[in-house]
């Protein structure tokens, strides 16, 4: 179902993992990665969003480092993880992300969302409150706190797991507090909840989590 593209960006050319619905799709979707490069999982997340209908893109951040990064989940690998978000920061993942929504609505999609994960939930927030996709919905960004002061400009969506070591209730009804307009949601889970590769996979928040996220695109992006 997926191919890789090269996508313009403003901070350097990367690659882009595009997946593409059987039927003219309804919208696209920008898929943002965790910590771990487009991986398997994020590969497979994208996919979903294809099988929903949706032309979905996740843009190769680490690409900026060096093309093929690609993490498993041990305790080496989150290091790494770590190590590289930390040398690339957000600036450059938020023009990716501004790239992969042109790139999107160049291919045919009127309307595009952007969603991501961990690392990228953060990176989602920063590109609802800094740029202008359709809708945003970010899953477990523990960054998101930091950049509270920022206000989402399109309609928003956040989730996170209230096990979440990294990301304090505090936190989140912090932001509750904050940005009343956003749908912010929890769940008895821990952080990475909706990654089935990971030990703190929880089918029950995945299978909430998504369908709000689908029913949320169908109202925002068809």
Not at 79 to 107: C, F, N, P, W, Y
Request: with cysteine; hydrophobic share 40%; glycine share 14%.
């Amino acid at each position: 179902m997926g191919e890789y593209i090269r996508i313009a960006s403003a901070a350097g050319e990367i690659g882009g993992y595009l997946a593409t619905p059987k039927s003219a799709p309804k919208g696209g979707i920008v898929v943002t990665m965790e910590i771990f490069g487009v991986n398997n999982h994020i590969r497979a997340v994208t996919d979903r969003f294809a099988r929903d209908g949706y032309l979905a893109l996740a843009p190769c951040h680490f690409d900026h480092i060096r093309p093929g990064i690609e993490l498993g989940y041990t305790p080496e690998t989150i290091q790494e993880g770590r190590g590289h978000v930390m040398s690339l920061g957000t600036d450059k993942a938020v023009q990716d992300a501004a790239a992969a929504i042109a790139e999107l609505r160049k291919r045919g999609a009127k309307k595009v969302g952007i969603t991501g994960f961990c690392w990228g939930g953060t990176v989602t927030w920063l590109a609802a409150t800094r740029l202008k996709p359709d809708c945003a919905i970010g899953y477990y960004g523990g960054g998101i706190h930091g950049a509270k002061g920022e206000k989402p400009g399109c309609p928003t969506m956040l989730h996170f797991g209230d096990k979440d070591a990294h990301i304090p209730m505090t936190h989140v009804n912090e932001l509750r507090a904050l940005h009343p307009g956003v749908q912010v949601f929890d769940y008895p889970a821990d952080h990475g909840f909706h990654c089935d590769e990971r030990g703190s996979y929880d089918a029950l928040a995945s299978a909430q989590a998504y369908a709000r996220t689908l029913e949320f695109m169908a109202r925002h992006v068809g």
